[in-house]
């Protein structure tokens, strides 16, 4: 299909860097105002409780200088030492969450922001989409104005966003517009991937492999459509029975598929061996309908967000195994975009909006909106973030590559947390 071009590239005036206020508390200070430490140990169903943490860090030894060079130099000798140095780091950055802050903050959307994701390479520059089909490339280490692409308004959400990882001056994007397509930061567009030609029908998820070059997009009916970079379909199948709210592929083998969807099942798809709707691997229910599915940046593990009170770890090797079960509000609402979890690229830690739910059984008066940190084995709450003067339910929270920087979507805000020395330095 011809490239068309798309309404026309602006700058957006309103982003504003926020400095941190002397006002401003830590959570820490938050303290009084929060529910203390309470965790289960795990036990036989392997649940665990997601009370607040603020006095988690007490516990935490951070490894001395002189341990990780130990630790590294052992490692280059050939010994067995990476599992406790990489505890070791993962210690030390969650001791180092303290100092986080919002240090930028924009609101370039006349509606709510719905999809975020970092370049793959520059560690201060990702895109944002809205509901209304907007889309924002914004660099936060720069005083240039972001780059903004002005949407349809009504009826345009963007449901998924990704860099083309084989030119990232592309990106790709899924919408309610009806298409998954493959655009500039010009406005143009460079190919449509897909395309419902019906109101009735919109493509709600997407995911991109560099390796294998496929493009992979889930729509509202349950239909998941596979094709190659060059816009060729592969298959279209009805995988589910509704709507498929995330596709996700295994990053160390692509040709490992999960898919999530409303009708309350994650399924588990081998791309070379897709027949029809019934050649899953495996089928994994669950309670209530599913938000997303995101496999770990090593692969080993599957991280699900129902949308109701539970996030889910399942181990890629043992899909029979049950899965370690954490208790977390972030309830579904219409005019809410829903909440997904998702992992830290560096650690096997779990990043997730807390939306506090009075009939939640740990819930407790005046709860706060917290962004809750989870260690991915142990499933326990290892810290809680939060700024008093953005206190609004916060839905999706992503850090970027190198693992320093979070970038959060609470309504029509954009928020960028790094430490406190960082933001001042930016």
Same mark, same amino acid.
């Given at each position: &299909?011809?490239?068309?071009?798309?309404?026309?590239?602006?700058?957006? =005036?309103?982003?504003?860097?926020?400095?941190?206020?002397?006002?401003?508390?830590?959570?820490?200070?938050?303290?009084?105002?929060?529910?203390?430490?309470?965790?289960?140990?795990?036990?036989?169903?392997?649940?665990? @409780?997601?009370?607040?943490?603020?006095?988690?860090? #007490?516990?935490?030894?951070?490894?001395? =200088?002189?341990?990780? /060079?130990?630790?590294?130099? %052992?490692?280059?000798?050939?010994?067995?030492?990476?599992?406790?140095?990489? +505890?070791?780091?993962? +210690? #030390?950055?969650?001791?180092?969450?303290?100092?986080?802050?919002?240090?930028?903050?924009?609101?370039?959307?006349?509606?709510?922001?719905?999809?975020?994701?970092?370049?793959?390479?520059?560690?201060?520059?990702?895109?944002?989409?809205?509901?209304?089909?907007?889309?924002?490339?914004?660099?936060?280490?720069?005083?240039?104005?972001?780059?903004?692409?002005?949407?349809?308004?009504?009826?345009?959400?963007?449901?998924?966003?990704?860099?083309?990882?084989?030119?990232?001056? +592309?990106?790709?994007?899924?919408? &309610?517009?009806?298409?998954?397509?493959?655009?500039?930061?010009?406005?143009?567009?460079?190919?449509?991937?897909?395309?419902?030609?019906?109101?009735?029908?919109?493509?709600?998820?997407?995911?991109?492999?560099?390796?294998?070059? &496929?493009? /992979?997009?889930?729509?509202?009916?349950?239909?998941?459509?596979?094709?190659?970079?060059?816009?060729?379909?592969?298959?279209?199948?009805?995988?589910?029975?509704?709507?498929?709210?995330?596709?996700?592929?295994?990053?160390?083998?692509?040709?490992?598929?999960?898919?999530?969807? /409303?009708?309350?099942?994650?399924?588990?798809?081998?791309?070379? +061996?897709?027949?029809?709707?019934? !050649?899953?691997?495996?089928?994994?229910?669950?309670? %209530?309908?599913?938000?997303?599915?995101?496999?770990?940046?090593?692969? #080993?593990?599957?991280?699900?967000?129902?949308?109701?009170?539970?996030?889910?770890?399942? !181990?890629?090797?043992?899909? @029979?195994?049950?899965?370690?079960?954490? =208790?977390? =509000?972030?309830?579904?609402?219409?005019?809410?975009?829903?909440?997904?979890?998702?992992?830290?690229?560096?650690?096997?830690?779990?990043? /997730?909006? $807390?939306?506090?739910?009075?009939?939640?059984?740990?819930?407790?008066?005046?709860?706060? $909106?917290?962004?809750?940190?989870? @260690?991915?084995?142990?499933?326990?709450?290892?810290?809680?973030?939060?700024?008093?003067?953005?206190?609004?339910?916060?839905?999706?929270?992503?850090?970027?590559? &190198?693992?320093?920087?979070?970038?959060?979507?609470?309504?029509?805000?954009?928020?960028?947390?790094?430490?406190?020395? #960082?933001?001042?330095?930016?």
């Amino acid at each position: &299909m011809a490239p068309r071009k798309r309404p026309e590239t602006q700058k957006t =005036p309103e982003v504003a860097v926020r400095p941190k206020s002397k006002r401003s508390r830590s959570p820490r200070e938050l303290e009084p105002e929060a529910k203390k430490l309470c965790v289960k140990g795990p036990g036989s169903s392997r649940r665990f @409780d997601s009370g607040c943490l603020w006095a988690g860090l #007490a516990s935490l030894q951070v490894p001395p =200088p002189s341990s990780i /060079v130990r630790a590294l130099h %052992h490692h280059k000798l050939g010994n067995a030492v990476w599992p406790s140095l990489q +505890q070791g780091l993962q +210690q #030390a950055f969650l001791h180092s969450l303290a100092s986080y802050r919002i240090f930028q903050k924009a609101a370039p959307f006349d509606r709510r922001a719905t999809s975020l994701t970092w370049h793959p390479t520059h560690p201060s520059t990702l895109a944002v989409g809205s509901k209304g089909g907007d889309i924002m490339l914004w660099n936060f280490g720069i005083k240039d104005k972001p780059t903004f692409i002005k949407g349809i308004g009504a009826g345009g959400s963007i449901t998924g966003l990704k860099f083309n990882p084989l030119d990232t001056n +592309q990106f790709f994007t899924s919408s &309610m517009e009806g298409t998954t397509r493959l655009q500039d930061f010009k406005g143009n567009t460079v190919r449509v991937f897909a395309s419902s030609d019906t109101c009735n029908v919109w493509f709600c998820s997407l995911d991109v492999s560099a390796r294998s070059r &496929m493009v /992979v997009t889930g729509d509202n009916v349950g239909h998941v459509i596979l094709l190659n970079m060059d816009g060729r379909e592969l298959w279209n199948l009805r995988m589910h029975k509704k709507k498929v709210t995330h596709v996700a592929l295994n990053p160390c083998c692509d040709w490992f598929l999960a898919t999530a969807s /409303v009708d309350q099942t994650v399924k588990i798809w081998d791309l070379r +061996q897709v027949r029809g709707k019934s !050649s899953f691997l495996h089928s994994l229910p669950h309670s %209530h309908p599913v938000n997303a599915a995101c496999f770990s940046p090593d692969g #080993a593990q599957l991280l699900t967000t129902d949308q109701k009170s539970e996030l889910r770890v399942y !181990s890629a090797s043992q899909w @029979d195994c049950p899965p370690s079960l954490i =208790p977390h =509000p972030h309830r579904h609402f219409q005019h809410l975009t829903p909440i997904k979890a998702t992992w830290h690229p560096r650690y096997n830690l779990i990043v /997730v909006g $807390r939306y506090p739910d009075p009939n939640f059984k740990s819930c407790t008066p005046h709860e706060l $909106r917290t962004i809750d940190v989870f @260690d991915g084995n142990s499933g326990k709450m290892m810290f809680q973030l939060y700024d008093p003067e953005s206190s609004g339910i916060i839905s999706l929270n992503e850090f970027n590559p &190198m693992g320093d920087t979070l970038a959060s979507v609470m309504g029509y805000h954009i928020l960028i947390w790094s430490q406190e020395e #960082a933001g001042m330095r930016t």
